[in-house]
């Protein structure tokens, strides 16, 4: 029995050493979640980075590795901060709190204005649009940075006086129409798969899901859950829209939204010529299937 329990002890000790000696040194876990997060590998990306913090905590300019070796910078905080950003939406507002928790963590660690600008966008997510302000005005004092411009308009659609909230509408007798499930190409023709229509009036003014105009636009995309509103960043340009209110502001100015944007299931449904007219300088062609 004793032999017995020795055996089984000495495959425990065995099996733990393995581990060990396969474990990755924190800065090559590092290495590895910034080219996941470089590839949109989100997953695989926080892994490695929550390995990385274990074994060297916080952000630095210049973290010593082995030897003569360094990393410059070292911001796994930063990292994990921008996963989470990317990784918001209505279902699962917990991200933008976690976000919000490792980018205040860098911009502590180590401040730029980069970091400030994606912290803003962060308590956007979480619906503290008086932090963003803050947080976007003191990434402005910073020199220069490569989202410089990016916060500027973030600043300018934050601060703007939002449109005035429209009367409920009232209910209509007749059953809405059926969805329609048209084939539509933007620009210069490119087909893209049908979507389902929430609502319409003019064609150009359709409604359709926010998560296809985040994959066919290339659009940066920020819920203010709480709130009631997104925010729509392409080409330097800053899209507010307001859950059921026939207004907007772009870069600051108010401007129409005679198809207001509205929740269904557990996503937003937002008019996809608006948008792409406002800051993808395209135009939406409908096709019937």
């Known amino acids: 029995m004793k032999q017995g329990s020795a055996v089984v002890v000495l495959v425990a000790c065995i099996l733990l050493l393995a581990r060990v000696v396969e474990a990755k040194p924190w800065y090559q876990s590092y290495e590895e979640g910034k080219a996941y997060f470089d590839h949109s590998e989100w997953s695989a990306a926080e892994e490695d980075l929550k390995a990385a913090i274990l074994g060297r905590e916080g952000d630095a300019e210049v973290v010593r590795t082995y030897g003569m070796h360094f990393l410059k910078p070292y911001t796994p905080n930063y990292y994990l901060g921008r996963i989470y950003l990317a990784l918001i939406s209505e279902t699962d507002p917990a991200k933008a709190r976690q976000a919000v928790v490792y980018l205040e963590h860098s911009a502590r660690d180590l401040p730029s204005g980069g970091t400030r600008y994606w912290l803003a966008r962060a308590y956007m997510g979480t619906g503290q649009k008086g932090l963003a302000i803050e947080a976007c005005q003191e990434a402005l004092r910073f020199p220069s940075f490569p989202e410089q411009e990016q916060a500027a308009e973030l600043l300018k659609g934050l601060t703007a006086k939002p449109p005035p909230i429209p009367p409920e509408p009232q209910p209509s007798s007749s059953p809405p129409p059926e969805p329609a499930l048209p084939v539509f ?57 307001y859950m059921g209110v026939t207004s907007a502001t772009l870069d600051g100015a108010t401007i129409p939204a005679p198809t207001p944007p509205i929740r269904q299931g557990g996503t937003a449904m937002v008019p996809i010529g608006l948008i792409a007219r406002s800051i993808a300088n395209l135009s939406v062609k409908w096709q019937p299937g």
Request: aromatic share 8%.
């Open 185 to 241: 190409s933007i620009a210069e023709g490119y087909p893209f798969r049908p979507m389902a229509i929430a609502s319409s009036t003019e064609p150009d003014e359709r409604l359709v899901s926010v998560d296809d105009v985040w994959r066919l636009l290339d659009v940066d995309i920020t819920w203010g859950v709480s709130s009631g509103y997104l925010v729509l960043e392409r080409n330097r340009h800053v899209l507010m829209l």
